[in-house]
């Protein structure tokens, strides 16, 4: 039996595309893009955020999948195996055991702001936003920070319905659901936006997003844009790699890539417009921080008529998207520890949620009791948890992993996989040799002060 035949399948490659894109496109599209942008400087960030996506993302989204589909294994063994293959150090494997603890790491955080927009469900449908101010919905939100059991809870609930879906199976997860809701939510946020654009500010939204002004883009907000890159294709942590080992042999990696990456684009920006449109509008701050969607979409959907069933429903599907994004968090820990035969799919999934829920519950205190405790570069525990994991561990990770692919691997066996035209590949294989590296090498020692931007 060939490895290829051992192993689960996904079902198509739109299942494929599906849970990839389900992977890529969740809190960080539409809570962490807009204030993102908002707290580093508007265009500036939103340009070097697409060149990027452009120049790092996506060629290396085709490499993560590259190395998946021909290993065949999870990232930290898969790593050792094409490392053994190519003739190189075995401790490759550390670049996919990295990404396993990454998403341990991004989990802790990610779930309790996904436990956030459950309890925003809640608020919209009990009508709380109707007729709300900035002010009130401001207090809203503060209120929810303040109260640790209730912030408590809703991580469970989070962390429990994404291990309870990993617990049974890629294959058995989400993916016909994903069929109805991704769109749905593209949807929605179409709705809203066009509810921007006529009550909004949406002319002083697109200059605030796309004027280019390139003095404005200081050395933090270059790694905070190539971070975001990386986090929101899910790139770096070997997450498109476990999925890509699941994938047919016949499909198409560089169109597949393609698709996800506009595709997680379009719903980044779309959310973006539609915050800043609200924002310029009601006199609010750009720059609020990791809570500017709870405080300014709430004063839209009280607003609205029929604002209880958009607020609900709005909700209800970016808390959908947040769950295929988890899910596939902790996919690379689960592979690891159920291939390497150390425990059950069931226990592993079980075993990594509960590391990330622990660590979880000093993030939900970050927010309140422990506000004033400071970690990494005098940050707080929810700051030094992602600054950490987005702007260092996944853009070192990709870093590695384009070395590997450029220079380590055999280039017929990466075009075996790729199958590509012998130009596109000769391009593909030059941006990861040398543009990737050097644009993720540059902007990091940027922020050294090494160099200049
Ligand atoms: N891409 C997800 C988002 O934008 O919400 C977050 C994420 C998922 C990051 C998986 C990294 C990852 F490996």
């Known amino acids: 039996m060939t490895q290829a035949q051992k192993r689960s399948t996904w079902a198509s490659r739109w299942t494929f595309i599906l849970a990839t894109a389900g992977s890529a496109i969740g809190l960080g599209n539409i809570w962490k893009f807009p204030y993102m942008t908002g707290v580093n400087g508007g265009s500036a960030f939103v340009l070097v955020f697409l060149g990027c996506i452009l120049l790092i993302g996506i060629p290396l989204m085709m490499c993560e999948i590259m190395l998946g589909r021909r290993a065949q294994k999870n990232p930290a063994d898969g790593m050792r195996w094409l490392a053994d293959k190519a003739g190189a150090s075995p401790h490759w494997k550390w670049v ?24 925003y469900i809640l608020h919209a449908l009990n009508n709380s936003f109707t007729g709300a101010d900035a002010g009130l919905v401001g207090q809203l939100f503060n209120d929810m ?40 939510l593209f949807g929605i946020l179409l709705f809203i936006l066009a509810y921007s654009v006529l009550e909004g500010n949406f002319g002083q939204a697109m200059q605030f997003m796309f004027t280019p002004d390139f003095s404005r883009i200081t050395p933090g907000a270059a790694l905070a844009a190539m971070g975001h890159a990386f986090f929101s294709l899910s790139l770096g942590m070997g997450v498109v790699m476990v999925y890509g080992s ?63 069933v958009v607020g609900s429903l709005f909700f209800l599907l970016v808390a959908f998207a947040a769950w295929t994004s988890s899910i596939s968090l902790i996919e690379p820990a689960v592979a690891w520890l159920t291939e390497r035969k150390y425990c059950s799919r069931r226990t592993g999934a079980w075993l990594t949620g509960f590391s990330a829920w622990l660590l979880g519950i000093c993030v939900v205190l970050s927010f309140n009791h422990w506000s004033d405790v400071r970690l990494l570069f005098d940050l707080g525990i929810f700051d030094t948890l992602d600054k950490l994991t987005t702007n260092i561990l996944l853009p070192l990770g990709g870093l590695m992993m384009a070395i590997f692919a450029g220079w380590v691997m055999r280039p017929d066996h990466v075009q075996d996989e790729l199958g590509l035209k012998t130009v596109a590949f000769r391009a593909w294989r030059f941006i990861i040799r040398y543009v990737s590296p050097i644009a993720i090498v540059m902007i990091f020692l940027s922020l050294l002060g090494l160099i200049r931007v």
Do not use: K
């Open 96 to 119: 996919g055991l990295t990404g396993v603890i990454a998403g341990v790491l991004i989990l802790a955080f990610y779930s309790v702001i996904g436990g956030w927009v459950i309890r």
């Open 145 to 184: 920070l303040a109260s640790a059991p209730s912030l408590l809870l809703w991580h469970t609930v989070f962390t429990v319905m994404t291990v309870w879906v990993v617990a049974r199976g890629v294959n058995h997860g989400l993916e016909r659901a994903s069929q109805i809701l991704m769109p749905s």
């Open 246 to 308: 699941y994938l047919q042999r016949h499909v198409s990696i560089a169109r597949t890539s393609l698709y996800i990456a506009i595709a997680d684009t379009a719903v980044g920006l779309l959310a973006g417009l539609t915050i800043f449109s609200l924002v310029f509008a009601n006199q609010l701050e750009p720059t609020a921080g990791p809570g500017l969607i709870f405080q300014t979409l709430p004063i839209a959907f009280g607003q609205m008529w029929g604002g209880q």
